[in-house]
């Protein structure tokens, strides 16, 4: 028997209706915290059509305005890998071999050094 193990980033607001792939990371700064959200096309069209009134009647911040939507990078996928494997070989932190990563398992890693140099470069 074959087996395929296939990695894939879910859209982080597919719960109830499935899990589809994410296709971007939209990230939105609000009162000094900035919020990142995985979305499948789907989730990103929606967000995007719900901030419009905000973003046509507000003005960009020029240190910021590169950074409004993150594209994600091969070295962050390699960072999220290298976390992924971190995490999986501590069982406390019960990661999968696809699907989200704990929150607690990022930091965790994050507190060891584990990926940051490619997602903090
Ligand atoms: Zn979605």
Redesign the pocket.
């Known amino acids: 028997m074959v087996q395929r193990l296939i990695r894939a980033d ?5 719960h109830e209706d499935g ?2 792939a ?1 296709t971007n990371r939209l990230a939105v700064e609000l009162d000094g915290q900035r919020y990142e959200v995985d ?6 069209t929606q967000a995007r059509e719900s901030l419009t009134p905000w973003t046509e009647a507000g003005r960009q911040s020029a240190a910021r305005r590169a950074q409004y939507v993150v594209r994600r990078t091969a070295e962050q996928r390699r960072a999220a890998d290298d976390i992924r494997q971190w995490a999986k070989a501590r069982p406390e932190f019960d990661v999968a071999d696809l699907g989200r990563l704990p929150a607690r398992a990022i930091q965790a890693a994050h507190e060891a050094g584990v990926g940051l140099e490619l997602l903090h470069r």
């Open positions: 879910l859209c982080d607001l597919d899990d589809r994410a979305m499948c096309g789907w989730h990103e």
